[in-house]
């Protein structure tokens, strides 16, 4: 008997720091979104591919919805609600251990208006306690007719099985849309872009991360080592200060760090060289915003 082939776009939302890049690196089985403790970790829409011989599932992790404070906001939220409507299944991510917030309350209306199929992931159960988890289902199924209600804990890859089963059921038979062997559409000078980003959330403080936009200006192989040259653009020269550091230790601490990861992206040795730049306010400038490579785009 011959099985049709499914095939769909799935976009993941929610508010900042739920885990949905956690999720979406679990699903796509390696690190293709960046992940830090700090809330907008994503700014742009970032897809997975997951393909069988049965099916193939578009996913976008998207930004998080919040109440934006300037023009990089606004483009990040942006992003999110188009995401919402330009997709065949939503994915609705939120943070077991952080109760249920008022912004999640509109999200949920929202959603119900769009007519997608939604699922409703409950995800970091794994720092609850599981008698707190039953009323939180419970309010969350008055919001919204969500069709199936799945805790999860992302990071250890609990029950993210039983969402993909889920989601495969609301596909409708349908063409392969990429390769069979393609998992992300982001190119590997982007993801090497976003894991010097990421280093940065980790190691500095307060609002420096959040002024950060890195931009690669040369990537290319030099016999068995790739040299790549990236610019690290803050908003103050204070900022720029930091990011250095005394005698230049913090940001040799970052390229170190973020070299390693890249080797274990591209499999081979990497000379990574960062200058640090000040570009004030940039996060208001439409120009600088699309030069750093936050741009809208139509097509997922």
Known sequence: MNTKFKSGFCAIIGMPNVGKSTLL??????????ISDKPQTTRNRILAVHSTPTEQIIFTDTPGIHDPHNKLG???????????????????????????????????????KLGRPCILVINKIDLVKKEDLLPMIADFSSMNDFEAIIPISAKSNDGVDRLMNI???????????????????????????????????????KEVPHGIAIEISGMKEKGKVTEIHATINCEKKTHKGIIIGKNGEMLKKIGSMARADIEKMLGKKVYLELWVKVKSDWRNSDYLIKNFGYKDDDSI
Request: hydrophobic share 45%.
């Open 25 to 34: 690196n679990a699903i796509a089985g390696q690190k293709i979104a960046i």
């Open 74 to 112: 606004e483009y990040m939220v942006r992003i999110a609600n188009e995401s919402m409507r330009d997709t065949d299944v939503v994915v609705f991510v939120v943070d077991a251990s952080k109760g249920i917030r008022d912004k999640e309350r509109e999200i949920a209306q929202n959603i119900d």
């Open 167 to 205: 989601i495969t059921d609301y596909l409708e038979e349908g063409p392969m849309f990429y390769d069979e062997d393609m998992v992300t559409d982001q190119p590997e000078r982007a993801i090497a872009a976003e894991i010097i980003r990421e280093k940065m959330l980790w190691l500095l403080d």
